[in-house]
Each structure stands twice: as C-alpha cells, then as structure tokens.
C-alpha cells in the first residue's frame, strides 16, 4: 500500500505559480511511477506529468509543457509539480498517483490516487 498527501494548492491569479507537493509512503517506491493528473469541473481526468523514482524520467501533457516541471526527491519520497504562467483553463483538483510502472501513468491507471488539492486561477 502506498499513501499520497498532496499540499500547495490555493488560489492563484493568472500569470502566476504555484508549486504542489505530494508526499508518498509505504510500501518500497523504488520501482515506482509517480504522477499529477487533474480534473476540472465537468471533465474526465487528464494526465499532466509523469516521473520516475529510478532514472528520473519524465513526460508532460502537451497542454503544460514549457509551463509545469514535475521532480522528485528519492529521499524524502517527495514529487514536485512547479506550476508556472497559470492560466484560467489550469483550474482543477490535482491528483497525485502511483504506479508499478510508468505505462500505467500514461494510461491513467495508476495503482494509486492521493486525495487532491483544489487549484483555482482566478483573472
């Protein structure tokens, strides 16, 4: 089993930056998958960004790139999602999750899901 706690979200004008925490533990992460998804209002859930604990690598939704960097610090089993020049369309409950592998990032379906943190941008 493996928890996640998400914390940084608020509200944020557009234009601005926030930066989301996601703290993990249980069981071992080493072969671990960590990643952000949202969900706004009316909307299924999409994938954002990806990160793997053992080689670092890492994928973003084409929607974020250039703006959100996901990282990670294997030893306080902590990942990142530094959310820059927030737009209006960013708004959403971010989700981190976990997976035995990084396919099951991509394919939205992670083993585990934190419980979210609301993200408004506001103009």
């Known amino acids: 089993q493996v928890q996640m706690v998400e914390s940084g979200g608020g509200l944020v004008q557009a234009g601005g930056s926030l930066r989301l925490s996601c703290a993990a533990s249980?069981?071992?992460?080493?072969?671990?998958?960590m990643g952000w998804f949202r969900q706004a209002p009316g909307k299924e859930r999409e994938f954002v960004a990806v990160?793997?604990?053992?080689?670092?690598?890492?994928y973003v939704a084409d929607s974020v790139k250039y703006r959100f960097t996901i990282s990670a610090d294997n030893a306080k089993n902590m990942v990142y999602l530094q959310m820059d020049s927030l737009k209006l369309e960013d708004t959403a409950v971010y989700y981190c999750?976990?997976?035995?592998?990084?396919?099951?990032?991509?394919?939205?379906?992670?083993?585990?899901w934190g419980q979210g943190t609301q993200v408004t941008v506001s103009s």
């Open positions: 999750a976990a997976a035995s592998s990084l396919q099951r990032i991509m394919l939205a379906t992670p083993n585990y």
């Open positions: 990160i793997t604990w053992s080689g670092g690598t890492t």
């Open positions: 249980g069981r071992s992460l080493s072969n671990t998958a």
